[in-house]
């Protein structure tokens, strides 16, 4: 399959490493990390150690089987209009936050796909991805269902080596991650603190909080997701991934604009009724963003 992986950041760089085992890719990401790539090709190194050499460039190419999307939210946007020039089968979202899916299939043609990765990556070095713990990818219809576009593009996944799951329940699994996200990443990333933190009072019950937050919205949007359940994927998460910085803490201890707006801020903006520990989280995270350069 011909796969080309828009946003070759941390996790694009590693599924699209991990996927060039087997297919033919290209990622698409910006310098120096792509001069590195091309120039020496793609280290893996942590959980697997292995080296590809996957077409690397800061432009999306003209033809592609499968656009794999893992931009920020916040340039979801802009990576839609520039994929519209391009002759795509399918496009499949790993992002975070909400809103991706139907941003991208109001742009292309082409079916597009809703996914979730729990796959752990960090970009060490231009040139080089460290693979920090393995995880499962789920994908499949955005709107839910069955596919047959899902179904080829999870075999392809397998053939890769990556653990896929092709899911019918794509608008559930959504909400189930953004709970996810709503109850860890601000907080790891206000605190400065490895995930395995939010095992400990208080943060334990802030995050708790945020996740039953998102599953009340989540409600109000016909999605079944109890508080228990979004509780208990928080508490696994954290567990799972104990030692990982997550991306939003990735992102402010770079200095960079964080996926806010799209996770807590979503949540807050959404909810028929007030949200006030995902309104509060998105205040303190967004006041940091305007004053980071000051």
């Given at each position: 399959?011909?796969?080309?992986?828009?946003?070759?950041?941390?996790?694009?760089?590693?599924?699209?490493?991990?996927?060039?085992?087997?297919?033919?890719?290209?990622?698409?990401?910006?310098?120096?990390?792509?001069?590195?790539?091309?120039?020496?090709?793609?280290?893996?190194?942590?959980t697997e150690v292995f080296r590809v050499h996957p077409n690397a460039q800061t432009t999306i190419?003209?033809?592609?089987?499968?656009?794999?999307?893992?931009?920020?939210?916040?340039?979801?946007?802009?990576?839609?209009?520039?994929?519209?020039?391009?002759?795509?089968?399918?496009?499949?979202?790993?992002?975070?936050?909400?809103?991706?899916?139907?941003?991208?299939?109001?742009?292309?043609?082409?079916?597009?796909?809703?996914?979730?990765?729990?796959?752990?990556?960090?970009?060490?070095?231009?040139g080089t991805v460290a693979f920090t713990g393995r995880g499962e990818?789920?994908?499949?219809?955005?709107?839910?269902?069955?596919?047959?576009?899902?179904?080829?593009?999870?075999?392809?996944?397998?053939?890769?080596?990556?653990?896929?799951?092709?899911?019918?329940?794509?608008?559930?699994?959504?909400?189930?991650?953004?709970?996810?996200?709503?109850?860890?990443?601000?907080?790891?990333?206000?605190?400065?603190?490895?995930?395995?933190?939010?095992?400990?009072?208080?943060?334990?019950?802030?995050?708790?909080?945020?996740?039953?937050?998102?599953?009340?919205?989540?409600?109000?949007?016909?999605?079944?997701?109890?508080?228990?359940?979004?509780?208990?994927?928080?508490?696994?998460?954290?567990?799972?991934?104990?030692?990982?910085?997550?991306?939003?803490?990735?992102?402010?201890?770079?200095?960079?604009?964080?996926?806010?707006?799209?996770?807590?801020?979503?949540?807050?903006?959404?909810?028929?009724?007030?949200?006030?520990?995902?309104?509060?989280?998105?205040?303190?995270?967004?006041?940091?963003?305007?004053?980071?350069?000051?």
């Amino acid at each position: 399959m011909d796969i080309v992986v828009v946003g070759a950041g941390s996790l694009g760089s590693l599924v699209g490493g991990l996927l060039a085992r087997e297919h033919d890719v290209t990622l698409v990401g910006r310098e120096p990390h792509v001069s590195a790539v091309t120039e020496r090709g793609l280290s893996v190194v942590g959980t697997e150690v292995f080296r590809v050499h996957p077409n690397a460039q800061t432009t999306i190419p003209q033809r592609a089987d499968l656009a794999l999307v893992t931009v920020k939210a916040y340039d979801t946007a802009a990576t839609a209009a520039d994929l519209a020039d391009c002759t795509l089968n399918a496009c499949l979202s790993l992002q975070n936050g909400m809103g991706n899916e139907s941003q991208l299939a109001a742009e292309l043609d082409c079916p597009v796909l809703a996914g979730t990765c729990s796959y752990g990556a960090r970009l060490r070095e231009p040139g080089t991805v460290a693979f920090t713990g393995r995880g499962e990818v789920v994908l499949g219809d955005r709107n839910g269902g069955r596919s047959a576009v899902a179904d080829d593009i999870g075999a392809a996944f397998r053939m890769a080596g990556i653990e896929t799951t092709v899911a019918a329940d794509m608008p559930t699994r959504l909400w189930e991650k953004l709970a996810v996200n709503a109850g860890i990443n601000a907080v790891t990333a206000l605190a400065r603190v490895p995930n395995g933190a939010l095992a400990d009072s208080p943060a334990d019950a802030i995050a708790a909080e945020a996740a039953r937050e998102t599953a009340a919205v989540a409600r109000e949007q016909d999605i079944d997701l109890s508080d228990e359940r979004a509780v208990s994927l928080v508490e696994r998460v954290v567990d799972d991934t104990a030692a990982n910085h997550s991306s939003m803490f990735q992102d402010t201890s770079a200095g960079r604009r964080t996926e806010i707006d799209a996770i807590n801020g979503y949540v807050a903006e959404t909810a028929t009724e007030r949200a006030p520990v995902n309104e509060t989280l998105a205040g303190l995270v967004s006041t940091w963003e305007r004053h980071r350069e000051q």
